[in-house]
């Protein structure tokens, strides 16, 4: 059990915090938000505090964090600040939800979400700061890098890689055995049988690949 902070008051931090107070003992004493974006002073009946000075009122000795950031900019949003909050000492939990199907040969870093219904077969590794939302298919030996995000009933197949700053939307498909290079965006529906060059953006049955990549994007 940790004394914890969530970061964030939008939907992202709501959905998180309500699996949070369901499903473990941890407990949510506040949450943190950017200074520019602190416009009330309490979320859920508890206080939200900037996070620039987060330690003045929470330092990392007695309180640990938890970032379920969205994919925005594919995912640099969540990664800087999951690198800012651990040079500054702090320490992460995960949060793996007790309906998903993990298996005990599975490594799961720190700052993950894995909501319900995921099935995650053995020798799966899941690096740091990612989020699995619900059922998705993980198959075995295949490696997920650190800050990627898998939106709802993608399926990656065994012993595919899929590289750092990944983008995975709803219903996509990875061959087995292929390696998605980082800041890649494999679109809804997609489905990929080749491995990919970095930042490329895949869409549609057969994943055509589009000309513009993940950089130019203006919503992600």
């Not at 500054?88 to 998903?100: E, K, Q, T, V």
């Not at 298919?137 to 065994?158: E, L, M, Q, T, Y």
């Amino acid at each position: 059990m940790a004394d914890i902070v969530v970061f964030g008051t939008g939907q992202f931090a709501e959905v998180a915090a309500a699996y949070i107070e369901r499903d473990t003992n941890h407990e949510i004493v506040a949450f943190t938000v950017d200074r520019d974006f602190l416009d009330e002073p309490r979320f859920q009946n508890k206080p939200v505090v900037p996070f620039e000075t987060l330690e003045d009122e929470y330092p990392p000795d007695r309180y640990q964090l938890f970032i379920p950031i969205s994919y925005k900019k594919m995912n640099r949003y969540r990664e800087d600040h999951y690198l800012n909050a651990k040079a500054r000492g702090y320490r992460f939990i995960s949060y793996i939800s007790p309906h998903a199907r993990v298996h005990r040969h599975t490594k799961i870093g720190e700052n993950c979400m894995i909501l319900d219904d995921n099935v995650i077969q053995p020798y799966v590794e899941i690096g740091n700061n990612c989020i699995l939302w619900s059922g998705n298919h993980i198959g075995h030996h295949s490696k997920i890098h650190d800050h990627v995000f898998i939106a709802s009933h993608a399926v990656v197949s065994g012993a595919a890689e899929i590289g750092n700053n990944c983008f995975l939307g709803v219903n996509c498909t990875i061959r087995d055995s292929i390696k998605v290079a980082p800041y890649c965006l494999i679109a809804a529906g997609a489905t990929v049988l080749k491995s990919t060059q970095e930042k490329e953006l895949h869409f549609g049955p057969r994943s055509t690949i589009s000309a513009t990549s993940t950089d130019d994007l203006k919503n992600m």
